[in-house]
C-alpha cells in the first residue's frame, strides 16, 4: 500500500527557508510512470499547486512560486523535498505531498500524504 | 492561467438526495478534469478522473461529466460520509489549478 508522510519544521521565521520531505513507502520514486509534487492549502482557503518532479529530475513550478521553489528527488532515501524561500505569512498553509498518475486519459493526484501545517508569524 | 468556476460555493443536502456541482473552466480543457473529496482535516480524495472515470474503490453513487469548458460531479443518494468540500482540477496544462470548492452541508 503506497504512503506518503510529510516532515518538517512546523514553524518557520520570516524571509527564512521552508524545507519540507516527502518520504514514500510502498512504491519507488524512481519509477518512470509516475510524477511527485507538492500542493498546498491556507487554513480554511483553497488547494494549491506548487510543482512537481518526474523520475528523471524534470521539474515543473508554479509561475507565482517559480522564484522560490526547489523540489528535488533522493532515490537512495526514496523521498523527495521542497524548499520554499523568502517565506512571509501568506505561505502558512497546510502542505501536502502527493502522487502524480499520468496516462493518455488524464493527469491525477490520486495518493496523498496527510498534510503538514507550515506557520509562518506575521 | 486556466481558471477553474465552481457553482455553488455550498450547497445543503439531506441524506437521500441527489445533487450536482458545476465546474467551468476558462478554456477548453478537453476531458482533463478531476474531481477530490475533502473532509475536515484530512487530505483530499481523488473520486474522478478524466471527467468521467471513477476512480477504484470509489462508491458508484459519484459520477461525473462534461468535456470542453463545463463538467458536472453528481452524487446519487447522498450518504452521511458524503458531507464535505468538493473540488475540481484541471490537467489540461500547467499551472495545474483548482476551483475554489464546494462545501456540501447538511441540511
Known amino acids: 500500500q503506497l504512503q506518503l508522510q510529510e516532515s518538517g519544521p512546523g514553524l518557520v521565521k520570516p524571509s527564512e527557508t521552508l524545507s519540507l520531505t516527502c518520504t514514500v513507502s510502498g512504491a519507488s520514486i524512481s519509477s518512470n510512470i509516475y510524477y511527485w509534487g507538492w500542493i498546498r492549502q491556507p487554513p480554511g482557503e483553497g488547494l494549491e499547486w506548487i510543482g512537481s518532479i518526474f523520475y528523471s529530475g524534470t521539474t515543473y513550478y508554479s509561475p507565482s512560486l517559480k522564484s522560490r521553489v526547489t523540489i528535488s528527488l533522493d532515490t537512495s532515501k526514496n523521498h523527495f523535498s521542497l524548499k520554499l524561500s523568502s517565506v512571509t505569512a501568506a505561505d502558512t498553509a497546510i502542505y501536502y505531498c502527493?502522487?502524480?498518475?499520468?496516462?493518455?486519459?488524464?493527469?491525477?493526484?490520486?495518493?496523498w500524504g496527510q498534510g503538514t501545517l507550515v506557520t509562518v508569524p506575521s | 492561467d486556466i481558471q477553474m468556476t465552481q457553482s455553488p460555493s455550498s450547497l445543503s443536502a439531506s441524506v437521500g438526495d441527489r445533487v450536482t456541482i458545476t465546474c467551468r473552466a476558462s478554456?477548453?480543457?478537453?476531458?482533463?478534469l478531476n474531481w477530490y473529496q475533502q473532509k475536515p482535516g484530512k487530505a483530499p480524495k481523488l473520486l474522478i478522473y478524466?471527467?468521467?472515470s471513477l476512480q477504484s474503490g470509489v462508491p458508484s453513487r459519484f459520477s461525473g461529466s462534461g468535456s470542453g469548458t463545463d463538467f458536472t460531479l453528481t452524487i446519487n443518494s447522498l450518504q452521511p460520509e458524503d458531507f464535505a468540500t468538493y473540488y475540481c482540477q484541471q490537467s489540461y496544462s500547467t499551472p495545474i489549478t483548482f476551483g475554489q470548492g464546494t462545501r456540501l452541508e447538511t441540511k
Open positions: 478524466a471527467a468521467s
Open positions: 502527493a502522487r502524480l498518475t499520468e496516462d493518455s486519459i488524464s493527469s491525477r493526484w490520486d495518493y
Open positions: 478554456q477548453s480543457i478537453n476531458t482533463y
